[in-house]
T-cell receptor, first 118, second 116 residues
Framework: GAVVSQHPSWVICKSGTSVKIECRSL??????MFWYRQFPKQSLMLMAT?????????EQGVEKDKFLINHASLTLSTLTVTSAHPEDSSFYIC??????????????FGEGSWLTVV | AQSVAQPEDQVNVAEGNPLTVKCTYS??????LFWYVQYPNRGLQFLLK????DNLVKGSYGFEAEFNKSQTSFHLKKPSALVSDSALYFC??????????????WGLGTSLAVNP
């Protein structure tokens, strides 16, 4: 299957600072990338849908000024958690969809990034 | 509205026994159904999907799933469970008119524990 890389895998930051998480599609061009948040032993919560070259579409209840998403190229999307607080500590996962994808095409996921805010 | 239900939070089976992880869905039109597995502290791995055709779909690691349109179900199965199958399993659906966003609608996940 296609490869999606996420970096960093683990990050610890101080409260009030910002942290950036990268999501790269390594062997295909991704028109669309999805960012999810997952709490321990819980389901995925879609945060936003990121389309290359345009503004991200945020899900209801997700603060767009706090979770900045940039999708500047067909292989890279970034999530920046601004002014992080301990409650932002979570597992963040990205996924990517092919250019020209059909509804039945598979979406591939990165390995996730653990964020701990202290 | 589209939805996915995984009625069991946890499934326990003995190694070597068959396993079933249940999933039912609600979508307008023909569904596109997916199963993913998540091991601890890892991202999601694709297992299998149903698009059209044969109702029995075979996927990775010996898993299979049967699409049942009348019961709107897509249960995940494996004839003989392994301890290494212990993980979190997610069912997802996408309707035929997903639009540009192509969002998947996710179930809440089922934790599978295979006991030696």
């Amino acid at each position: 299957g296609a490869v999606v890389s996420q970096h960093p895998s683990w990050v610890i930051c101080k409260s009030g600072t910002s942290v950036k998480i990268e999501c790269r599609s390594l062997d295909f061009q991704a028109t669309t990338m999805f960012w999810y948040r997952q709490f321990p032993k819980q389901s995925l919560m879609l945060m936003a849908t990121s389309n290359e070259g345009s503004k991200a579409t945020y899900e209801q209840g997700v603060e767009k000024d706090k979770f900045l998403i940039n999708h500047a190229s067909l292989t890279l999307s970034t999530l920046t958690v601004t002014s992080a607080h301990p409650e932002d500590s979570s597992f963040y996962i990205c996924s990517a969809d092919y250019v020209g994808s059909l509804p039945g095409n598979t979406i591939y996921f990165g390995e996730g990034s653990w964020l701990t805010v202290v | 509205a589209q939805s996915v239900a995984q009625p069991e939070d946890q499934v326990n089976v003995a190694e070597g026994n068959p396993l079933t992880v249940k999933c039912t869905y609600s979508v307008s039109g023909n569904p596109y159904l997916f199963w993913y597995v998540q091991y601890p502290n890892r991202g999601l791995q694709f297992l299998l999907k149903y698009i059209t055709g044969d109702n029995l779909v075979k996927g990775s690691y010996g898993f299979e799933a049967e699409f049942n349109k009348s019961q709107t179900s897509f249960h995940l199965k494996k004839p003989s469970a392994l301890v290494s199958d212990s993980a979190l399993y997610f069912c997802a659906v996408r309707g035929p008119n997903a639009g540009n966003n192509r969002k998947l609608i996710w179930g809440l996940g089922t934790s599978l524990a295979v006991n030696p």
